[in-house]
């Protein structure tokens, strides 16, 4: 029996919504995230870009060749979160960058 005190999330995999300790103890399936040349990425590692790329709301654009550090997975397996000088919140996609 559940207990009515029990938050619920939404399993996306399912389309249900399951009670959150059940969910906790569903194994995690593991993300591959890739490059644009297929070269698994993690949390921590550099990239470059491989293309120009004009950053939206920041008035600038990035350079092909310029080097993103420690950037941050996410739960889309085609963006990572990353850190640029004078740019917050940037996301890229993975298509346009390649691992160090």
């Known amino acids: 029996m559940e207990n009515p005190d ?3 999330v939404y399993d996306e995999a399912t389309g249900e919504w399951r009670p959150a300790s059940e969910a906790a103890a569903a ?4 993300l591959i995230v ?7 990425l993690a949390d ?8 120009d790329l ?6 600038q654009t990035l350079k ?4 993103i550090k420690s950037i941050r997975l ?3 397996p085609e963006e990572i979160d990353c850190r640029f000088e004078g740019i917050k919140g940037l996301v890229l996609r993975t298509e346009f960058v390649r691992k160090r």
């Open 27 to 30: 194994p995690v399936d593991a």
């Open 44 to 51: 921590g590692d550099s990239v470059v870009l491989i293309k």
């Open 54 to 59: 004009k950053v939206k709301g920041a008035g």
């Open 6 to 8: 029990d938050d619920y």
């Open 64 to 67: 092909q060749g310029t080097v």
């Open 74 to 76: 996410t739960p889309n």
């Open 34 to 40: 890739r490059d644009a040349s297929g070269t698994v």
